[in-house]
């Protein structure tokens, strides 16, 4: 709402209607993220800084009052309210309606009220995220002077636990898993005081009636003494953070950081790494100024940077091994700084939980899974009602690309023109949710691979809570083709309208609806599998689209993925199933001689099984998938014949592609029944005879990088010439690739075409519940 519009709708229901000499009366809501953010104080002030009386309150999930005092001074109030709010607060509308009696019924003063439920309503109760320790509260932390000194747990309105200790709404301390701490006199002035920080600052707490640190029998500095004598020695800590238990070790020391892989199960994956402060990171890699801006934000994610070479010793390369890029992130609550200040290092902070289950948030859950793998937990007493990992972004040049959706970004809203409540169940892989109404959507912290019991089950917990915090009752519920999906199984058996989504159509529907984008675009989803609505694999799709529908108007060529999951696991077998496999376009493919050298590495009698399998089409599922295409590069290369996690090998493609300039290879694009094809066999052919002909892996990895931009650039122009609309939007998990999205990007907006990637809404698999919300909207709400 503009500043114009807003006031004419303050003088038609408030302004106008009310008028009583010189002073009105007027009453007025407030909605979006304005609970928990420290927004009561901030109008407490603002009233009493105009000279105004009246009051105001949290009711249900948003705040509301009554104003008196001279016209121009609340219009003056009102256009405060939406322009001048606290840095943690996202206003979404201010509406003014008929108040009560004049300035004297108040007494002349100005009164922050109890909390009210009031009644249900259709709107969605928006939910704050946690926020990172603030400026102010990390100097009273440090301040010898100060009764916070040192205190792990220090807080204000403007940061601390949010979404991680709501129990309800509306926002108070007695709906909150600090309910338990009652406050000390002197907290309790605090909290009482208008003039105070912490006013009405719902998890104030201090050494006398706060939170308290324990490891073992030991409690407050004594366990955070013993934690940092663990860490020095080499151990590895549990430490049980905001939104659930961290592992931590030395980042400098590798047998710790190998020591910590190997009882984790997680042999490759990179680990992020905590700092502390801005001079240690700029010291461990490259930081530019918006880089910078992202890592001092409220939200501190883990935020992916190119590592410094002459910055190497300073991390062990366990860490990161035979990548580029190191995650660094800054303190989020005062007990992380305290910690780093105590051992003066960078230092490996990790998801407390074994690979691929969920994050422990429990303290008997985290002793009896991490048992194995921790040394010792620095734990405290206040419960984590909702788990909430670290949230991974990364910059593409100036462009924000969210890898993972979760601590400080979620549950903030999105928008969405949803009219009538809608769900998303999400995928499969990096797992999410969404609940949509009243035109924004709020999607769930990033819940994990939906690939065993305690994970699904982790999900079907925050999916309750967050649609009860919300008030969201989805009379539909979205979800993807693929029958096998723990999340299609579950949307399928709830007693609402289900609406199918394909995967594809979800990734460029999410980018679209995040920018706004309602009418038709032509979208590019790259990503590892999906199932299309012929009942086969996809994964290197372009769409004519809109939100509500989709038409294929281009494609990957396909090649056999020899065992089906096995070859994820096993790139080596997706690149036999290319080479030896590959879709016949009415050119050969590549010769057999070629695939010799490659042959050579593998196991004889594997590659037998393979050869066998793909020529009699034995559990070989067929596939036209980008992510598929990078794991046999990356393969050929001799980059990852084995991966552990999904997109290992694209990963390693990708830091050994670097900055190298290169020459393109070979590529063909043909038209094949109605769709245009990118034929992968030239490609790959050229690949494997400049690779023999002696051309570093370097150069040829940024070869393969610039031909897939390239043959994008083809298959979009080839669309575009026959009617397809000259808005882009880029999605699936390929694009989280810095150096694939550069030179995409860059050949897309040379055609004079609108170039859109998702920021806010992760562009891999955590961004897929978001597209099916929005697809799901717009046939409810009859587009298309």
């Given at each position: 709402m503009t500043a114009r519009s807003f006031r004419r709708h303050g003088d038609a229901q408030g302004l106008g209607s009310r008028a009583n000499g010189t002073t009105q009366a007027v009453g007025f809501r407030v909605d979006g993220i304005v609970q928990g953010v420290g927004f009561r104080p901030f109008v407490h002030r603002t009233a009493?800084?105009?000279?105004?009386?009246?009051?105001?309150?949290?009711?249900?999930?948003?705040?509301?009052?009554?104003?008196?005092?001279?016209?121009?001074?609340?219009?003056?109030?009102?256009?405060?309210?939406?322009?001048?709010?606290?840095?943690?607060?996202?206003?979404?509308?201010?509406?003014?309606?008929?108040?009560?009696?004049?300035?004297?019924?108040?007494?002349?003063?100005?009164?922050?009220?109890?909390?009210?439920?009031?009644?249900?309503?259709?709107?969605?109760?928006?939910?704050?995220?946690?926020?990172?320790?603030?400026?102010?509260?990390?100097?009273?932390?440090?301040?010898?002077?100060?009764?916070?000194?040192?205190?792990?747990?220090?807080?204000?309105?403007?940061?601390?636990?949010?979404?991680?200790?709501?129990?309800?709404?509306?926002y108070d301390r007695v709906r909150t898993t600090m309910r338990r701490f009652p406050l000390c006199t002197a907290c309790a002035a605090e909290y009482a005081d208008p003039a105070d920080r912490r006013f009405h600052a719902e998890p104030v707490a201090c050494p006398v009636c706060?939170?308290?640190?324990?490891?073992?029998?030991?409690?407050?500095?004594?366990?955070?003494?013993?934690?940092?004598?663990?860490?020095?020695?080499?151990?590895?800590?549990?430490?049980?953070?905001?939104?659930?238990?961290?592992?931590?070790?030395?980042?400098?020391?590798?047998?710790?950081?190998?020591?910590?892989?190997?009882?984790?199960?997680?042999?490759?994956?990179?680990?992020?790494?905590?700092?502390?402060?801005?001079?240690?990171?700029?010291?461990?890699?490259?930081?530019?100024?918006?880089?910078?801006?992202?890592?001092?934000?409220?939200?501190?994610?883990?935020?992916?940077?190119?590592?410094?070479?002459?910055?190497?010793?300073?991390?062990?390369?366990?860490?990161?091994p035979g990548l580029d890029r190191?995650?660094?992130?800054?303190?989020?609550?005062?007990?992380?700084?305290?910690?780093?200040?105590?051992?003066?290092?960078?230092?490996?902070?990790?998801?407390?939980?074994?690979?691929?289950?969920?994050?422990?948030?429990?303290?008997?859950?985290?002793?009896?899974?991490?048992?194995?793998?921790?040394?010792?937990?620095?734990?405290?007493?206040?419960?984590?009602?909702?788990?909430?990992?670290?949230?991974?972004?990364?910059?593409?040049?100036?462009?924000?690309?969210?890898?993972?959706?979760?601590?400080?970004?979620?549950?903030?809203?999105?928008?969405?023109?949803?009219?009538?409540?809608?769900?998303?169940?999400?995928?499969?892989l990096k797992h999410t949710f969404t609940l949509a109404a009243d035109g924004r959507a709020l999607t769930g912290p990033h819940t994990g691979d939906l690939s065993d019991l305690a994970t699904h089950d982790a999900f079907l917990a925050s999916y309750a809570h967050?649609?009860?915090?919300?008030?969201?009752?989805?009379?539909?519920?979205?979800?993807?083709?693929?029958?096998?999906?723990?999340?299609?199984?579950?949307?399928?058996?709830?007693?609402?309208?289900?609406?199918?989504?394909?995967?594809?159509?979800?990734?460029?529907a999410a980018c679209a609806a995040e920018h706004g984008v309602r009418g038709p675009f032509l979208g590019v989803a790259y990503d590892g599998l999906g199932l299309g609505d012929d009942g086969t694999l996809w994964g290197g799709e372009i769409l004519v689209a809109d939100l509500a529908g989709y038409r294929r108007v281009g494609r990957f060529s396909t090649a056999p993925l020899p065992g089906g999951d096995a070859a994820v696991r096993r790139p080596c077998r997706t690149a036999l199933g290319h080479l030896l496999g590959s879709e016949t376009l009415g050119t050969p493919r590549p010769y057999p001689w070629l695939t010799r050298p490659f042959t050579d590495r593998l196991d004889l009698a594997e590659a037998g099984a393979v050869r066998a399998m793909i020529a009699r089409d034995v559990n070989c599922p067929r596939a036209s998938s980008a992510g598929r295409l990078f794991d046999a590069v990356a393969a050929l290369l001799g980059l990852a014949d084995e991966v552990s996690y999904e997109g290992e090998a694209a990963v390693r493609l990708e830091a050994a592609a670097g900055d190298e300039h290169a020459v393109p290879l070979a590529r063909r694009v043909v038209l094949s029944q109605g769709l245009w094809v990118y034929d992968s066999a030239p490609t790959l052919a050229d690949l494997l005879e400049r690779r023999l002909a002696g051309e570093p892996v370097g150069r040829l990895a940024a070869a393969f990088h610039l031909t897939l931009a390239e043959a994008t650039a083809?298959?979009?122009?080839?669309?575009?010439?026959?009617?397809?609309?000259?808005?882009?939007?880029?999605?699936?998990?390929?694009?989280v690739n810095r150096r694939l999205l550069t030179e995409v990007r860059r050949r897309l907006r040379a055609q004079g075409l609108r170039v859109l990637v998702g920021g806010e809404v992760p562009v891999g698999d955590g961004g897929i519940s978001y597209g099916q919300a929005a697809v799901a909207a717009a046939r409810l709400n009859g587009e298309g």
């Open positions: 009493a800084d105009l000279g105004l009386s009246g009051w105001v309150a949290n009711v249900n999930g948003h705040v509301e009052g009554e104003v008196a005092g001279p016209p121009a001074s609340i219009e003056e109030f009102a256009e405060r309210l939406r322009t001048a709010a606290p840095a943690l607060a996202r206003v979404r509308s201010v509406r003014l309606s008929g108040g009560g009696p004049g300035r004297a019924a108040y007494g002349g003063g100005f009164e922050v009220r109890p909390s009210a439920a009031g009644p249900a309503e259709p709107a969605a109760r928006e939910v704050p995220p946690d926020a990172a320790l603030c400026e102010a509260c990390l100097r009273e932390l440090r301040d010898p002077g100060d009764r916070r000194f040192r205190y792990p747990f220090i807080n204000c309105t403007d940061c601390g636990p949010r979404a991680t200790i709501i129990e309800d709404l509306p706060g939170p308290r640190l324990a490891w073992e029998e030991l409690r407050g500095e004594a366990a955070l003494r013993a934690a940092v004598k663990a860490v020095n020695e080499g151990g590895i800590v549990a430490l049980k953070g905001l939104g659930g238990y961290q592992l931590v070790c030395d980042a400098g020391d590798p047998r710790a950081v190998a020591e910590l892989r190997r009882r984790k199960r997680r042999p490759t994956k990179p680990f992020a790494v905590m700092v502390p402060d801005l001079a240690a990171a700029e010291r461990l890699a490259w930081v530019g100024a918006t880089a910078r801006r992202c890592l001092l934000s409220p939200e501190r994610p883990v935020l992916l940077l190119t590592h410094r070479r002459t910055a190497a010793a300073a991390l062990a390369p366990e860490v990161h190191v995650g660094l992130f800054l303190p989020t609550t005062g007990l992380h700084q305290l910690l780093l200040d105590e051992l003066a290092r960078p230092l490996v902070v990790t998801s407390g939980n074994l690979s691929d289950e969920p994050i422990a948030v429990d303290d008997a859950e985290a002793r009896c899974t991490l048992d194995r793998v921790a040394d010792g937990f620095l734990t405290h007493d206040r419960p984590i009602r909702s788990r909430y990992d670290d949230s991974v972004v990364q910059f593409t040049g100036r462009v924000r690309i969210t890898v993972r959706r979760a601590r400080g970004l979620a549950p903030a809203p999105l928008p969405l023109g949803a009219r009538e409540p809608v769900a998303g169940a999400g995928a499969q967050l649609k009860r915090l919300s008030g969201i009752e989805p009379v539909a519920i979205a979800h993807d083709l693929h029958p096998g999906y723990l999340s299609t199984q579950w949307a399928t058996a709830q007693p609402v309208r289900h609406i199918p989504v394909q995967h594809h159509h979800a990734h460029v083809e298959l979009v122009a080839r669309a575009v010439a026959e009617g397809a609309p000259r808005t882009v939007c880029l999605g699936g998990g390929c694009f």
